[in-house]
T-cell receptor, first 112, second 112 residues
Framework: DGGITQSPKYLFRKEGQNVTLSCEQN?????MYWYRQDPGQGLRLIYY???????QKGDIAEGYSVSREKKESFPLTVTSAQKNPTAFYLC???????????FGQGTRLTVV | GQQLNQSPQSMFIQEGEDVSMNCTSS?????WLWYKQDPGEGPVLLIA???AGELTSNGRLTAQFGITRKDSFLNISASIPSDVGIYFC????????????WGAGTKLIIKP
């Protein structure tokens, strides 16, 4: 079955550590996105990529980094520079022609 | 970053009632999308709209693409308990940047 897989579902890290969230899709989508969602809030765009080896900053990119070495994969690293990293992180993918985005199940990151 | 104006922020309704929510923007969009998010999960695409004036149904859900291309609404008829969740609208301008612009969400709560 085609879809987007985020792992892990829950992640705990100590303050000051970098952590990498995985996102893999087998939908053959060109574009991939990372969003952050805080309790009771909408979705805020962190980074997006429309083709391999290229990505753009979204609205809240500070303290995050990404790579897009393969079409299927778009990992997000939450660095120690991110001041408030505890949140629900959502990965999505889409065709660059539109038709909306399809989401993974999310990773809930808690930094203690 | 830009956000759509989505209202209401939350709704408390009785089972069986009809529900209506909408999104407005000062910008024109080529695509309007409606998503539903269950707690702890990623949003799921409900309805996609591609033409001004378009009215599309998905079971008990009906959505319309406003004639000005600056708004959209979603109706849910005869609500049931599994309709509970957060509903998001998203717009896509369709230029070379295929980012989605998001509303803040409408939380639907069904009173027992």
């Amino acid at each position: 079955d085609g879809g987007i897989t985020q792992s892990p579902k829950y992640l705990f890290r100590k303050e000051g550590q970098n952590v990498t969230l995985s996102c893999e899709q087998n939908l053959n989508h060109d574009a991939m996105y990372w969003y952050r969602q805080d309790p009771g809030q909408g979705l805020r765009l962190i980074y997006y990529s429309q083709i391999v080896n290229d990505f753009q900053k979204g609205d809240i990119a500070e303290g995050y980094s990404v790579s897009r070495e393969k079409k299927e994969s778009f990992p997000l690293t939450v660095t120690s520079a991110q001041k408030n990293p505890t949140a629900f992180y959502l990965c999505a993918s889409s065709y660059t022609g539109g038709d909306g985005a399809f989401f993974g199940q999310g990773t809930r990151l808690t930094v203690v | 970053g830009q956000q759509l104006n989505q209202s209401p922020q939350s709704m408390f309704i009785q089972e069986g009632e009809d529900v209506s929510m909408n999104c407005t923007s000062s910008s024109i969009f080529n695509t309007w999308l409606w998503y539903k998010q269950d707690p702890g999960e990623g949003p799921v695409l409900l309805i996609a709209l591609y033409k001004a004036g378009e009215l599309t149904s998905n079971g008990r859900l009906t959505a319309q693409f406003g004639i000005t291309r600056k708004d959209s609404f979603l109706n849910i008829s005869a609500s049931i308990p599994s309709d509970v969740g957060i509903y998001f609208c998203a717009g896509q301008k369709g230029d070379s940047n295929y980012q989605l612009i998001w509303g803040a969400g409408t939380k639907l709560i069904i009173k027992p």
